[in-house]
């Protein structure tokens, strides 16, 4: 019992750090420029345990460990048991061009997730991680033929998040098929501003545009796990997410102001506004397959692909330029001991190791945005218990100084605790 009700103290504060997390999510301290385009700086949505190896997801299932990725890795959990995970993210980033570079820094709450069976057949997990991230403040300076020195100014804020049911259904002792519903919820708020520094008598501009976003959208999953001798175990997986319309709110203004590049002193007219305008974004299609081999609690080695028809995108029927995007992973993890005896500590520890590479949906000045990341981490296990802490790292790359663009150089630390009980036998006493 007095397990149970030290986990049960863990999973109330991470509880209470996800209502905060839900509260403050628009607040978060992102500072990516490339967060602009789209719906923003799209977020991981994965565990410490999948992001420590590349982030691959689609094949992999755990008895202990939550896969939001695919709906049907439910099924590895046990039949009595109560997984709970949650994580804390934080990025330590540098922006760098040909002329100047700045520092970035964020901690946020990472995933909060839930694990239960409902029957042997039918496994469940619920959880909220961020779907995207809002975060910049770029003053552009240039000098224009016939008007002179211009300011542009970029600011913007918020994000969307992800709410998830996920089902697994075991239709087969090899074969598992899931079914993700999502509720995406959050606002951002992008903004535009033009003065003139160096004349009295033009007025400056300000854009401002506030969207809210709030629908249902589905995604599906399949995994298959065959036992080919010499306790192995080959597993593969897919994901399938259809286009879909997400219901979203727009309010639009754009005014005249007295200030100047960075501060507003005094609006003077509205140009032109569109206030509550109710309108869509475009979710793309998705597909995402994987692969794995394990060998018991020893090792594992897999791989993922994922696909995006980002160039689908629209928000209130606009395109925004974007180009289908691409993400390779490959990553494993190690276990030096394997069954039988005690062993020491770092005999129990998990090690794990990945690498990824991304082609995002950004291509800027007829150059593409690339992102590439190699991920370590620790599985540490707690005493008398099946529970563990996990650590993730990733040390990655973004864009390019190339044709005045910008290069994001970053180490992004994950902190997750997961933690598995047996919840659902009556206890017995003499």
Same mark, same amino acid.
């Not at 490339?34 to 700086?41: A, I, L």
């Not at 969207?211 to 080919?228: P, S």
């Not at 790359?397 to 970053?410: C, M």
């Given at each position: ?10 999973? *109330? ?6 209502? #905060? ?8 301290? +992102? ?10 700086? #799209?977020?991981?949505?994965?565990? =410490? ?9 689609? =094949? ?19 039949? *009595? ?27 946020? *709450?990472?995933?909060?997730?839930? &694990? ?26 240039? +000098?224009?033929? @016939? ?17 998830? /049911? ?7 002792? @090899?074969?598992?098929? &899931? ?14 501003? +033009? ?14 545009? %506030? ?20 306790? *192995? ?6 994901? !399938? ?18 200030? @100047? ?78 069954? &039988? ?9 998990? %090690?794990?190791?990945? #690498? ?5 949906? #950004? ?16 599985? /540490? ?10 650590? =993730? +790292? ?15 150089? !970053? ?20």
């Amino acid at each position: 019992m007095k397990n149970d009700k030290s986990a049960l103290r863990i999973i *109330l504060v991470f509880f209470i750090i996800g209502f #905060l997390f839900i509260e403050g999510q628009s607040q978060i301290a +992102v500072n990516s420029p490339y967060s602009r385009y789209g719906v923003g700086d #799209l977020a991981t949505r994965q565990n =410490a345990y999948n992001y420590s190896m590349g982030g691959i997801s689609y =094949a992999i299932s755990h008895p202990r460990f939550i896969n939001p990725s695919n709906p049907a890795s439910n099924h590895a959990f046990d039949s *009595l048991s109560f997984v709970f995970t949650g994580g804390i993210a934080s990025q330590l980033g540098r922006l760098r061009t040909d002329e100047t570079t700045s520092d970035s820094e964020y901690i946020t *709450l990472g995933y909060l997730l839930f &694990g239960f069976p409902i029957t042997h057949w039918l496994k469940s997990s619920i959880g909220i991680t961020p779907y995207s991230n809002v975060g910049y403040n770029i003053i552009d300076e240039q +000098v224009l033929e @016939d008007i002179g020195a211009t300011d542009f100014h970029y600011l913007g804020s918020g994000g969307l998040n992800e709410f998830f /049911l996920n089902l697994s259904f075991q239709v087969h002792k @090899d074969l598992a098929l &899931g079914l993700k519903t999502s509720y995406m919820f959050g606002k951002a708020q992008l903004g535009r501003l +033009v003065s003139f520094p160096d004349s009295a008598y033009m007025l400056n501009t300000r854009l401002d545009n %506030y969207i809210e976003v709030g629908d249902l959208f589905f995604e599906f999953g399949a995994q298959y796990n065959k036992d080919i001798g010499r306790n *192995l175990t080959l597993g593969l997986g897919a994901v !399938y997410m259809p286009q879909q319309q997400i219901k979203a709110t727009e309010t639009y203004l754009a005014r005249t102001y007295f200030g @100047d590049a960075t501060s507003v002193g005094l609006f003077k007219d509205t140009i032109d506004s569109r206030i509550k305008n109710q309108g869509n974004l475009t979710l793309p299609q998705k597909i995402g397959f994987g692969i794995m081999l394990r060998k018991g609690n020893n090792w594992m080695v897999g791989a993922d692909y994922e696909w995006q028809n980002w160039s689908k995108y629209k928000a209130f029927g606009v395109t925004d330029s974007l180009q289908n995007s691409m993400r390779f992973s490959l990553g494993g993890e190690y276990k030096p001991k394997r069954t &039988g005896g005690v062993g020491s500590y770092f005999e129990n520890v998990t %090690y794990r190791l990945g #690498l990824r590479y991304n082609q995002t949906y #950004l291509n800027l000045r007829n150059t593409k945005i690339n992102e590439f990341g190699i991920s370590f981490g620790l599985g /540490l296990p707690l005493p008398r218990s099946y529970s563990s802490i996990n650590l =993730a +790292v990733e040390i990655g790359k973004r864009g390019t100084t190339a044709f005045n663009l910008i290069q994001e150089n !970053y180490i992004r630390f994950t902190l997750g605790v997961s933690i598995k009980e047996t919840w659902f036998i009556k206890r017995k006493y003499n």
